[in-house]
Nanobody
Framework: QVHLVESPGGSVQAGGSLRLSCVGS????????MTWFRQVPGKEREGVAA????????FYGDSVKDRFTISRDVLKNTAYLQMDNLKPDDSAIYYC???????????????????WGQGTQVTVSS
């Protein structure tokens, strides 16, 4: 069974930065994709950034490209999401997700993942 624990989010002014972390555990967890999603009330869960098991291959949602960076410490089973130049539209609950096998091109789809963290609130004020 996979268990994911996200670090607390926080509040920041527009233009600021935050870093989220997600620690995973479970059998063969080092072989899992780790991905960040976010969700605001009334909207679908949006894929933000995904990173492969080896920590090299990454994918980003269009809305965060060039502002967010996903990375991974394989030995610590931890994924990080560095968020820079934050905007009010980035305010959401951020979720960490993990899955071992993801179909090609499906890395940022919420329905590709069966393992989820509890979520953490990020608020960006203007």
């Amino acid at each position: 069974q996979v268990h994911l624990v996200e670090s607390p989010g926080g509040s920041v002014q527009a233009g600021g930065s935050l870093r989220l972390s997600c620690v995973g555990s479970g059998r063969d967890f080092d072989r899992f994709w780790m991905t960040w999603f976010r969700q605001v009330p009334g909207k679908e869960r949006e894929g933000v950034a995904a990173i492969a098991s080896g920590g090299v291959t990454t994918f980003y949602g269009d809305s965060v490209k060039d502002r967010f960076t996903i990375s991974r410490d394989v030995l610590k089973n931890t994924a990080y999401l560095q968020m820079d130049n934050l905007k009010p539209d980035d305010s959401a609950i951020y979720y960490c997700a993990a899955e071992r096998y993801i179909g090609r091109g499906q890395w940022l789809r919420a329905d590709s993942y069966s393992n989820w963290g509890q979520g953490t609130q990020v608020t960006v004020s203007s």
